[in-house]
C-alpha cells in the first residue's frame, strides 16, 4: 500500500498542505482550523502529479481491482479520476454537484450503464457530506458503487461514521495522522502543538487554536 508520509511530504513541500495553529484558517463553515488543504496545486507540479497518480493507481487496483469506472467529483476530482482512468484504461465519468441547469440537465457527465462497478475518485474528505452525496447520485443513477479513493482525508469521526453506515470503503492516500507524525519527525511541531492538533480533530467545531 502507499507510504502515507511519503504523500503528505510531497504535499507539504508543494505548500499544498499548510499547517498554521497560531494563526488558524477560516473554512466556509465558521470552523478554525490550523491546516489548510488544496491538492490542485499538485497539478502543477509534473513530478508529484505523476508519484500521485502512481499511488491512487495502486491503491484502485488492490483495493478495488473488480472495478469497471472511475468517477470523478466535480471540481477537484476532476482531473485525478480522469488520470486515473487513463492509466488503468478504464471509463471515465464524473459528478456535478447539482444537476445542469441547461442542456440535458445532466448531473454524471459521460456514458455508462446500469450495474456497472465504479470506483469514485475524491481529492479531500472532511465530514464527509459532500462525497458521500455523489456516491447516492451514482446510486440512484443504478451503479454500484465499490469505494472511494481520496488523496487526503482529516479522519474525522462523523466521516467515519457516515462511511460505515452506507458500507462504502474509503482509502486515502495519506490523512491527517501521518501529517502530523511527519511534522513531529521533522520537528516542525512541537509537543504542544501536536496536542493542539489533535484536539482540533476530535473537536474542530469548537476548537479555538492556540495562545
Known amino acids: 500500500m502507499t507510504d502515507k508520509k511519503a504523500i503528505a511530504e510531497k504535499l507539504l513541500q508543494i505548500n499544498a498542505i499548510k499547517l498554521s495553529i497560531h494563526k488558524p484558517f477560516t473554512w466556509a463553515s465558521g470552523w478554525k482550523s490550523p491546516i489548510y488543504c488544496d491538492n490542485r496545486k499538485a497539478l502543477s507540479f509534473p513530478f508529484i502529479r505523476d508519484f500521485i497518480k502512481s499511488e491512487m493507481c495502486n491503491v484502485i487496483f488492490q483495493s478495488f481491482e473488480k472495478a469497471d469506472i472511475i468517477a470523478g467529483v466535480a471540481t477537484a476530482g476532476i482531473a485525478w479520476g480522469a488520470m486515473a482512468a487513463d492509466q488503468l484504461k478504464l471509463p471515465y465519468i464524473y459528478v456535478r454537484p447539482k444537476p445542469k441547469e441547461h442542456g440535458l440537465g445532466n448531473q454524471i457527465e459521460g456514458a455508462y450503464e446500469p450495474g456497472k462497478r465504479v470506483v469514485v475518485v475524491e481529492d479531500l474528505v472532511s465530514t464527509g457530506k459532500s462525497s458521500l452525496q455523489v456516491v447516492e447520485v451514482l446510486k440512484d443513477a443504478g451503479l454500484e458503487v465499490e469505494g472511494m479513493v481520496s488523496i487526503f482525508t482529516y ?16 482509502k486515502s492516500l495519506t490523512d491527517y495522522t501521518s501529517l502530523i507524525q511527519l511534522a513531529i519527525d521533522n520537528g516542525s511541531v512541537s509537543e504542544e502543538n501536536q496536542n493542539a492538533l489533535l484536539n482540533w480533530r476530535e473537536d474542530p467545531a469548537n476548537w479555538k487554536g492556540t495562545l
Open 155 to 170: 479522519g474525522f469521526e462523523e466521516a467515519r461514521k457516515s462511511f460505515e453506515r452506507l458500507n462504502i470503503p474509503l
